[in-house]
């Protein structure tokens, strides 16, 4: 009897512990996101500064370069962009972008990113570089905040999930 419930309540403070370790993954892989997504808007850069490239041939020179779901994004990107359907760049891409881009839940983050595609396709070179820098700049500052309280919000939530299940065990005695 003694063993069932020491071992419920080792189970309770278990599933607890790993919430909060999950809840701080989470914040991390928003770090990394927001990382790949700056890296990417590097890429497209100077693929148009220094490469003199297109959108669509920028989009096909980076998508082996980039991890997935944004390499799966970009080549699907540029294989669109090759056919004649009538749909504009930024039409295209923005419509690419946010079916790749559902899982993450960055909504306010992706909506920057995926502006930074479709607000530039009608514009001269000189005006994309400064759509996707103001984009990126953008980025920038919330990693820069994300990163600040990263390690005090992750230790934070793990500390936090435990002391629940430590709250609960102390309930159930």
């Known amino acids: 009897m003694y ?11 278990a599933g607890c512990s790993g919430m909060g370790i999950w809840y701080s993954t989470k914040m991390q ?4 996101h927001l990382k790949e997504m700056i890296r990417i808007l590097d ?9 003199r490239s297109t959108l ?8 082996e370069k980039v991890p997935s779901p944004y390499g799966k994004i970009f080549r699907e990107i540029y294989e669109d962009s ?16 946010q079916q790749g881009l559902r899982e993450i839940p960055m909504e306010e983050e992706k909506e920057i990113f995926i502006r930074c595609f479709s607000d530039v396709g009608y514009a001269d070179e000189w005006m994309q570089l400064k759509s996707i820098e103001r ?10 905040t994300e990163e600040k309280d990263l390690k005090k919000r992750s230790k934070l939530a793990v500390s936090l999930g435990t002391m629940s ?4 065990v102390l309930i159930l005695l």
């Open 165 to 168: 299940g430590i709250l609960l």
């Open 135 to 144: 984009g990126r700049a953008e980025l920038m500052d919330r990693l820069g």
């Open 43 to 51: 890429m497209v850069m100077s693929e148009i500064d220094y490469g």
């Open 29 to 32: 892989q928003k770090v990394w």
């Open 3 to 13: 063993i069932s419930k020491i071992a419920g309540y080792l189970f309770i403070l």
């Open 82 to 97: 090759r056919q004649e359907s009538g749909v504009s760049f930024g039409e295209m891409s923005r419509a690419i972008l």
């Open 56 to 63: 669509p041939e920028c989009c096909e020179r980076i998508w």
